[in-house]
Every structure is written in C-alpha cells, then in structure tokens.
C-alpha cells in the first residue's frame, strides 16, 4: 500500500475547472491530512456577517471594536465556528497545527477576542471543509487542486481580495495562465 504524503500545514488553490462548485476561487488552509481524509478552512469566502452578529448569538459581550471578517471556511457544518491562529494561546480545544498555526474551536477564544485579550494575528469562520478518505487525492490527481506550503504572510496577513494570486504567485503563476483543461505531460 502506497504511503499517504500529508498536505497538512499547504494552501490549496482551487483550480478553474471546478469554477461551478461550492469552492470556485478559493484557498483552503489544510489543518489536517491523513489516511481517515482531510479538514480545512477556505480562507478567502467572505460571510455576510458581522463579529457583532456572532457575538450577540452567543450572548458574548463586546468590549473592542475589534470586526474581523467572517468566513466561510467551507460547506460542511456552517453552523460551528473556527479560529485560525498564529499565537498559541491557552484555550479549551485547539488543535497545533505548527508552532505557528492553531485552531480553536471552543467558545473561550471568542470570549478572548471580544474582550481584547484574545490572538491578535486570526482567521475566523463558519463551517469546514472535509474530504473523506482518499478523496483528496483523487481530486489532487484530477488536476482540481494546486498546492503551495502556507506561511504567516498568506494565512494572516495577506488580503482576501489578494490571497488567491498571492498563493499562486508563491508557485510562480499568475492566474490569467490557467487553464481548466486538464492535462497530463
């Protein structure tokens, strides 16, 4: 049986051919790839929600003015909430990405930021990304993805008008030079 290459810790550029799905244009932080399938956030599908919405929801109070953009970090369970950040920090259920990349998934985080004391470098969103077994895979080898290692600069600070060219400019691409027919040399 053939060793599963991990993606964890890579952005993956969606590429034009799957422009009439859910993830047409978008970058997606992978948090964890393994045999059981993959899970990540899509970092640049902006919500029409505001913090203050979400804090209101969860009866969190508001001390900052603090309005980080929400995202939609992917199609499956819009209804929980992620943070990606670069800070370590010390709440109830973070996952370690590297030492420079974690997510939380738990309500203190929120708490946190609304108060002012929370990461100051984050990506907040709603709902994941998932692949089942081997399904990331099959669509890596259907040429639907590319995959670039993500730093700090495009997970924390890069734009979201600008991440997708950012990510593929990483690769050496421009994307007026993608093509959705997929090929093979």
Known sequence: MQQLHSLKHQL???????????????????????????MGLVLNKALPLHFSDICEQLDIPRVTGVDPV????????????????????????TLNITEQSHLTSSK?????????????HFRMALGYAGWDKQQLDEELKANAWLTVEATPELLFHTPLSELYDAALAQLGISAEFLSSDAGHA
């Open 70 to 93: 929400i995202l939609a970090g992917g199609p499956v369970s819009l209804e929980t909430g992620f943070i990606l950040h670069q800070e370590q920090g010390h709440w109830r259920s």
């Open 108 to 120: 203190d985080i929120v708490h946190a930021i609304a108060a002012g004391s929370g990461p100051r």
């Open 12 to 38: 993956l550029i969606a590429m034009p051919q799957i422009e009439a799905s859910w993830f047409a244009g978008t970058v997606t932080y992978l948090c964890e790839h393994n045999s059981d399938g993959a």
